[in-house]
């Protein structure tokens, strides 16, 4: 729903239409928009009495939305559901254009870029919490209005974006197939590997008890050296998810998830190597190695904007992270900027990350050690500049 005051559009949201018992000014049939006329309200008890409703000659109430808005300008394509009719959405909304003293579409405009203004900063956030590199990011619609949104939000932050089939329903089956993430944070100043393998499993066993299928889980550990904080964050997925109903794909199809991930602008896309379960990608873009892991379910699982490959046996790790630690070292005035690592190993990649070499040993050991030393495992390193 729409804010206004008498100058402008004050916000969007966060309160929907169904809400305030209202329908979609887009989904009403046009012959019965006769004399809209604006009313301003409380959705619940407590809210701002500045939310718009147009009630009609007939007693209906309605309003518009970032749905009637982006339809209004023309932004959805007929194949999506949040398509609807532009004239009624664009009659509903005339009151309030002429109360403002704009035209119909310049207040479509608005209501977008304020939505855009949430957007941006909920993907920006995320983006600098979990440093996602700009190059690498898509923005994934779902839910009914997917279409009315992202297209539009996208453009503006330069950005690609999909809309899956039956995103109307994604959001409503998300549950049934949801990851589960749990965190473990404990304060261990010099912690031993038992006090990891031991944070480790209290990850773990709080990921079962949310639900996560026991074999899908994986877990990440982060130590600050500054704080002594140690994190344990573990992901998997639900036991639905985890039943196994794709098939494999080959190096060919690989070869295509990545070349349509990594867009237009990369050059010599070509394999660095391969596990089992696992296809490693390089390329040229932006004059930087571009890097893409894809797994055989046809699942991009890491993607860096600048790394480095290797392939090794498991007997001779260290060597090889020791190499990359020093090779993709960023000096900075004041700093010095570690790789992060991925390995593949198995049927897994794991992702290490510390200030400190001796703590990268200490967290692949917990989960190499017991490896056969000849097992052929997959490097990739990947530094990202702040």
């Known amino acids: 729903m729409v804010r206004i005051s008498d100058k402008d559009v004050i916000d969007v949201g966060p309160r929907s239409a169904h809400i305030a018992g209202c329908e979609y000014a887009c989904f009403t049939p046009e012959e019965e928009i006769v ?90 956030t995320l983006a600098d919490k979990y440093q996602l590199d700009h190059d690498t990011m898509k923005l994934v619609g779902c ?19 999909d809309i899956p089939e039956n995103a109307e329903v994604i959001s409503s089956i998300g549950v049934a197939l949801a990851m589960v993430r749990d965190v473990v944070e404990r304060v261990i100043p010099n912690p031993s590997q038992d006090d990891i393998r031991e944070l480790k499993q209290e990850a773990v066993d709080s990921a079962i008890n949310s639900g996560a ?14 704080t ?35 867009g237009k602008d990369a050059t010599n896309i070509r394999l660095a190597g391969k596990t089992d379960k696992f296809f490693v990608f390089e390329a040229t873009k932006k004059d930087k190695n571009a890097v893409r892991i894809v797994d055989k379910k046809g699942f991009i699982k890491v993607q860096c904007s600048s790394g480095s490959v290797r392939r090794c046996k498991v007997a001779d790790y260290k060597q090889v992270v020791e190499e990359l630690w020093e090779e993709q070292a960023e000096f900075k005035t004041d700093s010095v900027i570690r790789p992060d690592y991925f390995v593949c190993y198995g049927p897994r990649v794991s992702d290490y990350s ?24 997959i490097y990739v390193s990947s530094t990202i500049s702040v």
């Open 354 to 377: 510390a200030v400190d070499l001796e703590q990268i040993y200490l967290l692949m050991d917990l989960d190499l050690g017991d490896r056969d030393g000849n097992e052929e495992i």
């Open 228 to 262: 002594g904080k140690v994190t344990a964050i573990a992901t998997g997925s639900t036991e639905v998810k985890s039943t196994d109903l794709l098939k494999e794909c080959d190096e060919t199809e690989a070869m295509e998830l990545a070349t349509r991930d990594l």
């Open 35 to 124: 004399n809209p006329q604006i009313e301003l309200l409380s959705p619940k008890k407590g809210d701002p009495a500045d939310y718009c409703v147009i009630r009609l000659q007939n007693g209906k109430k309605i309003c518009f939305t970032n749905t009637c808005a982006a339809n209004v300008l023309g932004l959805v394509d007929e194949k999506y559901f949040a398509h609807g009719n532009a004239n009624s959405a664009r009659k509903a909304m005339q009151p309030v254009a002429d109360k403002l003293g704009i035209t119909v579409e310049e207040l479509a405009t608005k209501i977008l870029d304020k939505d855009y203004e949430k957007v941006s900063s909920c993907i920006n």
């Open 213 to 226: 299928a026991p074999d899908s889980i994986e877990v990440h550990v982060e130590i600050d050296s500054q």
């Open 143 to 161: 839910g009914g209005g997917a279409a009315a949104l992202v297209p539009y939000c996208a453009k503006k932050m330069g950005l690609d974006y």
